[in-house]
């Protein structure tokens, strides 16, 4: 593994890897056993969009394994000036140890990972959110212990995150169930991908992806970028909730996921967030340990 660009990079072995990884890190860390295995190690964070969860996590997850982090704003940056990726790729490549990056096109990630000769990592693009994934698996097998027979349900936008979800579910062998508006579908390679690799349900039926599921999956209707799609997309998300009338048909057991920020009253009921608050900050918590695994992997 020499990059994070995408989910469907890794092998199930590798990912088994980093969740293992990731599991001992975060016992270390609850237990105060030292883990600096970056000791002195550069990790650039580029910054295209917002973010509390993956800008925080790097930097204290950097700086627990004994490196350093840069925040790097591409409102500050040369690169929001129209410096081209491929140079921004080799300049930082010659100061820093890796580079994780924020932004909208996934084609610039793969293009700095092209051109810079350092591991990158991806912090979130348009088309995916695989340090978002690894996190929300490890919260998964932490407390269903693993990952047999579950079946995941994912209910709203086909958007980066399904897109990861479903390709994470899919390598660690769930059946995975997409609920969204027809002209809302996840990627149609992905799609294909699945279809081809293991059980995927796409349906616009909420309730019938939503039955017998383990977990439930849920992300906001308008993700940062479509802020001038947001009247739109209020009209055409707008059953499209995560309530209790849809648990109802879910497993009695079933567990509650949300990358966060969350919408209370949009995507998910202020009831049904609250009653897995537990889930949902533990899954933002494991963004750390699963971050600072990968860091490891890709770092050391
Ligand atoms: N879930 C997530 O990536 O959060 P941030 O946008 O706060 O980083
Ligand atoms: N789909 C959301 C995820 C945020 C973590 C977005 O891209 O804004």
Known sequence: ?????????LSSEEIFGILNLADQLKYERKNNIAHQHLKGKKL?????????RTRVSFEVGMNELGGYALFLSDRDLQ??????IKD?????SRYLDGIMIRTFAQKDVEDLAEYGSIPIIN??????HPCQVLADLMTIREYKGSFKGLKLCFVGDGNNMANSLIVGGIKMGMEVAVACPENYRPDAGIIEWAEANGKLLITSDMKK?????????????ASMGQEGEKKEREK??????????????????????????AHRGEEITADVFEAH????????????HAQKAVLVKLLK
């Open 44 to 52: 650039g964070m580029i910054f295209s969009k917002s973010s509390t």
């Open 88 to 92: 921004t790729a080799r300049v930082l």
């Open 1 to 9: 593994m020499k990059h994070l660009l995408k989910l469907a990079d």
């Open 277 to 288: 608050a537990e889930e949902i900050f533990d899954e933002a918590e494991n963004r750390l």
């Open 79 to 84: 690169l929001g000036r129209g410096e081209p």
């Open 123 to 128: 912090g979130l693009t348009d088309y995916c």
């Open 236 to 261: 055409v998300f707008k059953n499209y909730c995560v309530n209790a009338d849809l648990m109802s048909v879910a497993k009695t057991d079933a567990m509650v996921l949300h990358c966060l920020p």
């Open 209 to 221: 992806a939503a039955t017998g599921a383990d977990v439930l999956y849920t992300d906001v209707w």
